[in-house]
């Protein structure tokens, strides 16, 4: 099942879920990331880490509701980090009442089933016979190893986990065919709960954020409800199972670390070498207590943002003190001899999913595009999640990855964009100062045409409205300084380098559907007349028109928010100097051939469109 998911339509790819998530278990898409269900641990990683609330873990209220509405006799099993969670509610009693509140039958301590398994490790540990064993209390680092290090699947402890170990005591206390939905703080104890059946099993696991949902959504308060005490059996020193060493020490297994034979942590980077250093190092001769998350249970990612780890121990702890205080310690031992001979006995399942390692040459091929060789193969940043820049190319190869998920081949590959726009400006601007020497050698006809352009340009650029002119690929071929202006100061220090945007893409400087319009009168030769658009904050008035039937179009963009200008008084000026130089063109037109009449008939396209514009708001 996949217990976690990310919403394409708010994920913005910035790589964070990818460079937590321990497994690979993120896939890069063109436009998205996507959990690969089958490669999941259900760490939940990836959901406390994501800054824009794209990432969600299964929801199981819904699922809660209908249950309890089925009329079935329903049983809560708290795991005992909730005073760690609801620091909001002054007794414990409250608690108790709120659940119940919501339609629960009984609600019951996990802490009890931590006791029993406590002393089930015990009696395991004191008849140690050479092997070491590795405790199954997380179901992430269970899924972690039995996907990631199934090598060490016969060093997992063949015990439930206190979640498991409860159901079982519930159901054999208030009869097999209850429901049973496990409260607590973990996320991968909703894969859990799937894995194991019939009286081991747990219907629904449901996290202290969707309890407090459910509690807000009820409108249920500690004011509201009556007091009430967990249902039997009560667990003892159990409910120090949330936090670092907890349920070891409730039934005082050694931990000296000159006689003793445990090493307890937890934290990813800690269970992550840990496991590889128990695999690979035959010196470590201990046996391993692993919590994936960072503080144990009481951090884990089903419970709210923002908690103090530090803080939420403390009131874990003077909350064991509070209920040991009031606790009937015969009756607690009465129980354990009852339940202590339940099946608490599990197995494992090898899920194999260690990737397949690329081909030397796939790796090889990813590699220089990184800018890396194999010598470089240990080092890299971390950055993209990797841990060296091999296992990022190992990754690209099996499809989980991209390239540019590399800060260093972006900066790079932005480098390289910058030297070969630098030198096509520099070929450029060669280019233009071979014209210009090459005019100068032209006949005092064609310096006349010249002039005559650069006044007809000067008075273009004098345009209050934005002018521009593309071609078949919508590359600019003329705009002036207005349009330019109304791009935005990007598209102004672009223009300082490449004078007048030439040769610019359209595409990248506007948007697809002012885009779509130019695309449109190029495919139709149709005009396209007195669209009003926005861009950015401005809002504009477009005409677009045919200048060379599927070839080149002209476009007149007004800023309806600018002081009216004279726009007739600059028709007129650019008329009159079309006039006096029109023999002159005639005369040059062999020498120009058909690039001086295709300037002629872009100027008078744009005057006769401008005119039509001008007549069509006159008459509005």
């Known amino acids: 099942m996949q217990v976690i998911k990310i919403n394409p339509d708010k994920c913005k790819l910035c790589f964070a879920c990818v460079r937590v998530c321990p497994a690979n278990a993120i896939k890069t898409k063109e436009d998205s990331c996507e959990i690969v269900p089958e490669r999941c641990i259900g760490c939940g990683s990836c959901l406390r880490i994501c800054p824009y609330d794209a990432i969600r873990d299964l929801d199981a209220k819904k699922e809660v509701r209908a249950l309890i509405r089925s009329g079935e006799n329903v049983v809560a099993i708290c795991d005992p980090s909730i ?43 004191e008849n140690f016979k050479g092997k070491y064993f590795i405790t199954a209390n997380c179901p992430a680092i269970v899924g972690y190893i039995e996907k990631y290090h199934p090598s060490l699947i016969d060093n997992m ?6 979640m498991i170990a409860t159901a079982q005591v519930v159901r054999e206390k208030y009869g097999q ?30 996290t202290f954020k969707e309890l407090r949902e459910m509690f807000a959504e009820a409108g249920i308060t500690e004011n509201n409800v009556e007091f009430s005490d967990f249902d039997p059996p009560i667990g003892g020193k159990g409910s120090l199972f949330p936090i670092s060493r907890g349920m070891f020490q409730s039934v005082d297994i050694n931990e000296d670390l000159l006689s003793g034979q445990l090493i307890c942590t937890d934290g990813k980077t800690n269970v992550l070498r840990a496991l590889q250093e128990f695999e690979h190092f035959s010196q470590l001769k201990q046996h391993l207590d692993l919590f994936y998350c960072d503080g144990n249970c009481i951090m884990g990612p089903g419970t709210s943002k923002g ?24 009756q607690w031992e009465k129980d354990l001899k009852k339940y202590l001979n339940l099946d608490f006995t599990r197995t494992y399942q090898n899920r194999d999913m260690r990737l397949p390692e690329p081909t030397e040459e796939e790796v090889k091929k990813v590699m220089a595009q990184l800018g890396r060789d194999n010598s470089e193969n240990k080092s890299g940043c971390g950055t993209c999640g990797y841990e060296s820049c091999r296992d990022l190319a190992a990754a690209v190869g099996n499809g989980l990855a991209r390239v540019d998920m590399c800060p260093t081949y972006v900066i790079q590959s932005n480098i390289r964009y910058k030297k070969r726009l630098r030198s096509a400006n520099e070929k ?14 032209t006949k005092q006809e064609q310096e006349a045409f010249q002039e005559a352009s650069k006044i007809n340009l000067g008075l273009l650029n004098k345009l209050p409205t934005g002018v521009v002119v593309v071609d078949e690929k919508i590359k600019i071929l003329l705009s002036n300084q207005s349009f330019i202006n109304l791009l935005g100061s990007d598209a102004v220090e672009v223009a300082e380098v490449i004078p007048g945007l030439v040769g610019a893409d359209l595409k990248t400087l506007v948007a697809p559907h002012i885009y779509n319009y130019f695309s449109f009168v190029l495919e139709t030769n149709e005009s396209v007349e007195n669209k009003d658009i926005h861009l950015g904050e401005s ?36 008329n009159e100097v079309i006039d006096k130089n029109l023999k002159l063109i005639q005369q040059i037109a ?7 009449s295709e300037t002629e008939h872009m100027l008078n396209s744009i005057i006769e469109s401008y005119k039509d514009i001008k007549s069509n708001s006159d008459s509005h």
Do not use: W
Request: charged share 25%; aromatic share 10%; net charge positive.
């Open 83 to 125: 005073s760690g969670e609801f620091d909001d509610i002054t007794d414990y009693t409250n608690f108790v009442g709120m659940i119940k509140a919501l339609g629960f039958k009984y609600v019951c301590e996990v802490s009890f089933g931590a006791d029993l398994v406590a002393l089930k490790y015990r009696e395991l540990f």
């Open 157 to 162: 402890a063949p015990l439930v986990s206190p």
């Open 177 to 206: 065919d209850i429901k049973v939905v496990y409260i607590g703080p973990c996320t991968a104890a909703k894969g859990e709960a799937h894995h194991l059946s019939d009286n081991k099993r747990v219907d629904i696991v449901l």
């Open 307 to 330: 908690g103090k780890k530090f803080v939420r121990r403390s009131l874990v702890i003077t909350y064991v003190k509070k209920r040991l205080s009031r606790y009937n310690k015969e």
């Open 428 to 441: 450029l601007s060669n280019a233009q100062k071979a014209l210009v020497e090459s005019k100068k050698s």
């Open 539 to 574: 809002f504009l008035n477009l005409s677009i028109f045919p200048i060379k039937p599927n070839k080149i179009v002209g476009a007149i963009i007004r800023d309806m928010h600018a002081p009216e200008v004279h726009k007739e008084e600059v028709i007129n000026r650019i």
């Open 590 to 596: 062999f020498l120009l051939g058909e690039g001086a």
